[in-house]
Structures are given as structure tokens and as C-alpha cells.
């Protein structure tokens, strides 16, 4: 069969149907933003301290010295998951004694909250985290909250993705993949219609249809992902490009008030720095090979985002500029994986390729709130490992197949190698119906 692209060349590049399918799934996409980052607020810790109840008959000396104090971020602040036994403060309130001068309150004894919390309410008036109580013993259930809402997230683009079924027209090049030429010449047709251009009397001919029978036949299971070591090499290296990446960018994401500042202007920042990300990323894709434009941006984000832990505590502005600048970089990856994921695979598994790595990557973004409560322990440990992360997958990243140049893959044997398999023989696995059992070779 003529090569697809040879065959609908005279719809052209960018008419009107190519825009208006770009911009309807562009459209389908956007409530995923708001669905996905409302949790940066919606989850969001604020400062909180143990209730001191007002009957605790309690002195306003004693009442303001019942919170001790904890090194935090190199200063010294009110503990927030701990308090002096309120009993012994109430016997020295009544003996008319003081605290700091007649009491060593280092030497007190201490106990949990046992009357619940008081929350700051200067940055937040509300949320999960103060409304049920989702701090100290149990802050680890905030991360937990977190990633359930990224499953809700996950669940929901499922059905987003089947509503959208519904307007957006299936593409031709895999409907003529699964035989179905007579759904395919309609969308061609109407796409010539909404373009303005005429339709050749003949689109697909009787003999080309008759020779493509044998690959219509084939029909794509999840195995096919890993039939050879080529194939399956591919696949695992990209399922760990997906996570590794959503990792570092809801990672980032989800940690904005964590940053120096206002969250709100943090979130806004960290929502237009990926403007010019896409911008960049449209740029490198349309000029540069795929594997070093994306190696490029990894090691990039990767190296900025470590580097953020050796800014001295005062250049606050400096860390925040790393952290958009690694945001910038992981996001420009990120755009750039959808592509480059669709260019690896044949028309009869792409579908079901960009699937899978995307399930991968939306299981990142479900363990990524466990890399941001890390700051917890240590406020440059989510950045480290996220940084180290990103660097791995850069260098990862060099070792998979360039596509850039390339026709799309249409079968099994037009796939690319892997780097380490480029001088090897490699065979697809897939049985051609003229060929009989004993003449396969069977993949180490």
C-alpha cells in the first residue's frame, strides 16, 4: 500500500480541519490543568500550633510560654505537633511562679495535641489539611489525600478522553491500520470538504487494500509492546521516562508554597513559565534531533535543581529562580515526550503505546506529594532526589532511537533501534501470513 502521507498529501499540512482538530483536543485538555494544580491549595499546610484550651487556668505568662521552641529552617519557632504538659504549667501558674526565670522550661515535660490545632489563616481560610486535622501523627495522610485526588484526576481524563471521542474524528492513518477503509475515506473526505481542496476520484484502490489485509489482520495486544528485546527495550526505557518526569514536574508543582514568598504569585509564576517551556520545546522539535533536545533539557532541569541546595539561605530570590528555571526545563521535556512517543511506535500499537506511558506517567504524578512531604525531614531532599532523578533519565534518554527526519513507523520491522542493538539483527516477532512456522526466528 502507498505510504499514508503520500496518499492524503493533497489535503495539505495545516488547513482548516487540522487546526480544528488541534484545537478541540487542545480545549479537551485544559480542565486537567485546573483539576490537576487546585490541589496546590486545596492541600495546602499552613502553619498551625497546639489549641491551649481557655480553660486551662493558665496565667498570660504561662499561656504564651505553653509552646516550646524547635530549630526549624535554621531558626528557632513554636514546636507544631507538641506542647508542655498543660497540668504541670497550671500548678506553677497557681504557685504564682514564672517561667524562664523560676522555671526551666527546657526541663518540662512535654505531650501531643491533645486539644487539636490552631491554623494560620494568612494564607488559607481552609483546607483538607484543617479540616481534618491532617497534621503531625497523621501528616501522612495529606500526601495520601493528595495522591488519591491524582487518581480522581486519572479517572476523570478516562472519561474526558471518551467524551472527546465523540467529537474529535478518529484518525485515518490507524483506522486504515484496522481495515476500516470506508470510516477512513469519510473523515478524509470531510477534512478535503472543511480545507476547500478536491478529493481524488480514487483514495484507496481495490489491489492496495487487498495487499494490506494481511497486516489488518494482526490485531494489537499489550504483549506487543514487549515482543522483542528491541521493542520491549523501548517500552521499559520510555514507561521510566514518563514516571521519572511527571515525578519532577508535580513534584515541583505541588511544592510552590513551599517556596520563598507568596504561594499564590509562586503558582502564578509556575503556571507562565511553562508558556515559553512549549514555545521552546515547538522550537527543538522542529529543528533539533529528538534525543539530545529532550538529554538536553533533562540534565538542565536536573542540574539546577540540585544546584538549589548550595544557595546560601539569605538568596531566596536566587532559589526561586532555580526552581522556575528547572519548572521551565522539565516542562519543555515533558511537551516533547508526546511526540517523540508517537514517532517510536507502528500505527498499530502507537495508540495503545501513548496509553500505557501516559497510565506510567500519571502514576508519577500519584507518588510525586510523597517526594514533596520529604521536605518535612529536610527541605532540600525533595530537590535532591528529584534533581538526581532528572539527570538519570537525561542520561537515559541518549540510549533510545532517533526519530527526528523519520517517516512514522507504519509496521513492526520499520522501528528504530535502540543504541545498544543498532548492529544487532533484530526481528519483529510477527508472523507474515505467507511465511510458514519453521521460518520464524525466534528473538533472544
Known amino acids: 500500500m502507498r505510504d499514508y502521507d503520500a496518499a492524503t498529501a493533497f489535503l495539505g499540512e495545516w488547513g482548516r480541519f487540522q487546526r480544528l482538530v488541534f484545537f478541540l483536543l ?12 487546585s490541589v496546590v491549595f486545596l492541600a495546602g499546610t499552613p502553619e498551625h500550633r497546639c489549641v491551649v484550651p481557655r480553660g486551662a487556668n493558665l496565667s498570660g505568662e ?42 526551666e522550661l527546657e526541663a518540662l515535660e512535654q505531650e501531643p495535641c491533645l486539644d487539636g490545632w490552631e491554623y494560620s489563616r494568612d ?28 487518581v480522581g484526576v486519572l479517572i476523570g481524563s478516562f472519561i474526558s478522553g471518551q467524551l472527546s471521542d465523540r467529537i474529535i474524528p478518529e484518525s485515518p492513518r490507524w483506522l486504515i491500520s484496522q481495515g476500516r477503509y470506508k470510516e477512513a475515506e469519510a473523515i478524509i473526505q470531510k477534512a478535503a470538504k472543511i480545507n476547500g481542496v478536491p478529493v481524488p476520484a480514487v483514495l484507496f484502490d481495490a489491489a492496495e487494500m487487498q495487499d494490506s489485509k494481511p497486516q489488518q489482520q494482526q490485531k494489537a495486544i499489550l504483549l ?33 508554597p513551599d517556596w520563598h514568598g507568596n504561594a499564590y504569585v509562586n503558582c502564578f509564576l509556575s503556571a507562565v513559565i511553562e508558556v515559553p517551556a512549549y514555545v521552546i520545546a515547538w522550537i527543538l522539535l522542529r529543528s533539533f534531533p529528538r534525543r539530545y533536545s529532550l538529554s538536553g533539557t533533562f540534565f538542565l532541569g536536573g542540574s539546577v535543581v540540585l544546584f538549589i541546595q548550595l544557595v546560601p539561605a539569605e538568596l531566596n530570590v536566587l532559589s526561586v529562580g532555580l526552581v522556575m528555571l528547572g519548572k521551565f526545563s522539565i516542562t519543555a521535556a515533558f511537551s516533547m515526550l508526546y511526540v517523540y512517543n508517537v514517532e517510536l511506535y507502528p500505527t498499530l500499537v502507537r495508540n495503545m503505546a501513548v496509553g500505557a506511558t501516559s497510565t506510567a506517567s500519571r502514576l508519577g504524578s500519584i507518588i510525586a506529594p510523597y517526594f514533596v ?35 512514522l ?6 522501528m528504530l533501534k535502540v543504541k545498544c542493538f543498532r548492529n544487532g539483527r533484530q526481528t ?9 512456522p519453521k521460518s520464524l526466528v525466534t528473538p533472544l
Open 123 to 150: 494564607v488559607y481560610r481552609s483546607t483538607i489539611v484543617t479540616e481534618w486535622n491532617l497534621v503531625c501523627e497523621d501528616n501522612w495522610k495529606a500526601p495520601l489525600t493528595t495522591s488519591l485526588f491524582f
Open 409 to 414: 513507523p507504519e509496521s513492526f520491522e520499520q
Open 62 to 103: 504561662w499561656r504564651n510560654a505553653s509552646i516550646p521552641l524547635e530549630l526549624r529552617d535554621g531558626q528557632e519557632a513554636p514546636s507544631r505537633c507538641r506542647r508542655y504538659r498543660l497540668a504541670a504549667l497550671a500548678n506553677f501558674s497557681a504557685l504564682g511562679l514564672r517561667p524562664g526565670s523560676d522555671v
Open 224 to 256: 506487543d509492546l514487549f515482543r522483542t528485546r528491541n521493542i520491549a527495550t523501548i517500552t521499559i526505557m520510555s514507561l521510566l521516562l514518563w514516571f521519572f518526569t511527571s515525578v519532577g514536574y508535580f513534584g515541583l508543582s505541588l511544592s510552590t
Open 428 to 436: 519483529t516477532g510477527i508472523r507474515n501470513s505467507k511465511e510458514s
Open 26 to 37: 487542545s480545549a479537551s485538555i485544559i480542565p486537567n490543568g485546573f483539576n490537576g494544580m
Open 373 to 407: 512531604y520529604l521536605g518535612a525531614y529536610d527541605r532540600f531532599l525533595p530537590y535532591i532526589l528529584m534533581g538526581s532523578l532528572t539527570v538519570l533519565i537525561g542520561i537515559l534518554t541518549l540510549f533510545l532511537p532517533e526519530s527526528y527526519g523519520n517517516p
